[in-house]
């Protein structure tokens, strides 16, 4: 919508616009940060920094535009401040040893998910709901945070929203010659990191649900064998905030077996849920009260038929942002 089609009735005219565009601003700025609590208070400092700068807003671009790049130019200023985001296998070599010590590292800046709940469900175009979800992926997350601030932005507005050059370079404030280097170097980078491309098309979701569901079964019943029936030869098992991670089944199922299964004795339970456009489960531990509590968020990626990654994310806030209850009687 241009922003001369908007009735401009005070200065609120834009807001109808910016509540529209809410959920998919989340997304962008979560491609940008790596984080979803910083990707809410980016969007909510676009809107006041909108709101302070709307009198002067001339219609040269659309309403839409004008406030991506605010909210780009907000996710950059904020990334100036901050260190790339992480996930275990970031970090170095799978650990070997089932038995190995699982300890957490709160000094690293670590990749947050991003719940399926917070895009909501979208009008028009269905693909355009694809082309969102597909665009928060976790791998390409991670990825993305091997660019610097710059180059992620011009790509992400290149790749993801289909801006100009001309677009992009008034954004960053850069000429036209030097975000087509950005450009470059960015996918330059991305290739480096992803050799094989972008991955198969993703199953459908009656097939990634019912994946989910046997996995939870088997995982509540602490059945490492029917979890060896849904999971990859190479499946990988990562915990946030540990940088400790586990690949293989002959290393994932004994860890299973000897510390999560044992540990947890039948005081977890998980329930279906989706992030960053994949399936994910929130867990729930039981405390002393017998109350079911929203602990963590897991997020699971699907190669073929069948689980090839599993992440888990601590924070019931991550579990109620998927649309789960807090608690469970």
């Known amino acids: 919508m241009s922003s001369e089609t908007i009735p401009r009735t005070g200065s609120a005219w834009w807001r109808d616009e910016f509540d529209a565009l809410r959920p998919a601003l989340v997304a962008h700025c979560y491609r940008m940060t790596g984080s979803y609590h910083d990707a809410e208070d980016a969007v909510q400092e676009t809107y006041l920094k ?3 700068g709307v009198d002067a807003f001339e219609g040269r671009s659309s309403v839409k535009t004008w406030l991506y790049r605010i909210a780009t130019n907000t996710c950059l200023t904020e990334l100036n401040h901050r260190n790339r985001r992480v996930l275990p296998a970031g970090l170095g070599a799978p650990a070997h040893d089932p038995d190995t010590r699982v300890h957490g590292d709160d000094s690293l800046a670590w990749l947050e998910p991003l719940p399926d709940a917070v895009l909501g469900q979208r009008a ?7 082309v969102l979800r597909e665009s928060v992926r976790l791998a390409l997350i991670a990825a993305l945070q091997y660019l610097p601030a710059r180059q992620r932005a011009a790509f992400l507005l290149r790749e993801v929203l289909s801006w100009s050059a001309a ?10 010659p030097a975000v087509k280097s950005l450009l470059q170097r ?11 491309g972008p991955p198969p098309a993703a199953p459908d979701p009656g097939v990634e649900r019912a994946l989910l569901d046997r996995y939870i079964a088997a995982f509540e019943a602490a059945d490492a064998a029917a979890i060896r029936a849904v999971i990859q030869d190479d499946f990988s098992l990562e915990a946030v905030p540990h940088p400790v991670w586990f690949q293989g089944v002959h290393v994932c199922l004994p860890f299973l077996e000897r510390h999560a299964f044992a540990a947890d004795g039948g005081t977890v339970r998980l ?23 929203a602990e963590s968020l897991w997020v699971f990626t ?19 942002a998927a649309g789960l209850p807090a608690r469970l009687a």
Request: glycine fraction near 16%.
């Open 50 to 52: 909108a709101a302070r």
């Open 124 to 130: 028009g175009d269905p693909g355009d709901v694809v």
């Open 167 to 176: 677009e992009i370079a008034g954004t960053l404030g850069v000429s036209v």
């Open 186 to 196: 960015a996918r330059g980078r991305l290739d480096e990191l992803d050799p094989d």
């Open 271 to 293: 329930l279906p849920t989706r992030a960053n456009g994949q399936p994910a489960a929130g867990s729930y531990r039981r405390d002393a009260s017998g109350i079911l509590r």
């Open 302 to 320: 699907v190669t073929g038929d069948r689980f090839s990654r599993a992440v888990k994310f601590p924070g019931p806030g991550l579990v109620t």
